[in-house]
């Protein structure tokens, strides 16, 4: 497809690589103006400045290499699937067909992505060096979503959409939406904020508290899963459930249950 406005042509594929950019930076912007709301934190402002073992400044160009890397694979994935896109448009997916590949889609990112991410805590190595980077953010928040060592956001986040897209069977156009409302997923489950009536803790299970436990030092073997569903953490003993609490001095706390605690 091309989209025309005032005489400038915009291919799926460039919209595919470039969408989710910029919702990246419109959601996290939004979250940013919500986040003097102390009362709907996860963590109060003062634990935010003082706990983060890395400065906003850093992860801003931290996140900008990622997308960098993300937009160049995403070109190159889209100029060797050409032929195939071009063979999708001319027999558009039935809704059914559209539904299925993005639940795919959602099942093949989710599996890459849980076990890249426990790896990446199991070896010794991995987590010294590159995974944790990501965890220097003890209080996460919404632009620092993908704030991680560029190894880790190539083989984590961009390896994992590559294989998605690929084995799926979605086309660029479909790709455009996925990759956009899973951006927004992963900025939400980041953004530090537990905001009534918030959709995706209605209906994903894994959500801002979810992931602030497995941020925390009691929560670091626990709640690898990311970005939609916690089935793997279900599946395989890693799933630490937690209780909401109202914070002294406003605000909630995410607190995980004794028996998962202690062990």
Not at 74 to 92: H, K, M, R, W, Y
Not at 148 to 176: K, Q, Y
Request: with cysteine; charged share 15%.
């Amino acid at each position: 497809m091309q989209i025309i406005k005032g005489g400038l042509e915009i291919s799926d594929e460039m919209l595919g690589t470039f969408a989710p950019l910029v919702v990246y930076w419109v959601y996290s912007g939004i979250y940013l103006m919500l986040g003097s709301l102390e009362n709907y934190r996860l963590h109060s402002k003062k634990d935010e400045d003082e706990k983060n073992l890395v400065s906003k400044k850093d992860v801003v160009k931290g996140v900008l290499l990622q997308q960098a890397v993300q937009a160049a694979v995403a070109t190159i994935l889209f100029a060797v699937t050409g032929n195939d896109s071009e063979a999708a448009l001319a027999q558009p997916a039935s809704l059914i067909v559209l539904v299925r590949q993005i639940i795919v889609a959602m099942l093949i990112l989710d599996t890459w992505q849980y076990f890249m991410h426990r790896y990446m805590h199991v070896n010794k190595f991995l987590y010294r060096h590159i995974h944790s980077r990501h965890h220097r953010l003890v209080v996460p928040y919404a632009f620092g979503a993908l704030y991680n060592h560029p190894l880790e956001g190539l083989l984590l986040d961009t390896v994992g959409g590559a294989l998605s897209f690929l084995f799926s069977g979605m086309s660029p156009r479909a790709s455009i939406f996925f990759f956009s409302f899973a951006t927004i997923k992963t900025v939400d489950d980041h953004c530090g904020l537990w905001l009534p009536g918030n959709l995706f803790h209605i209906f994903f299970r894994n959500n801002s508290a979810y992931h602030d436990i497995h941020h925390q030092l009691y929560g670091n073997k626990y709640n690898y899963s990311q970005p939609f569903f916690v089935t793997w953490d279900r599946i395989l003993g890693t799933y630490m459930p937690y209780s909401l609490e109202k914070r002294t001095g406003g605000g909630f706390e995410a607190k995980p249950t004794k028996d998962c605690k202690d062990n």
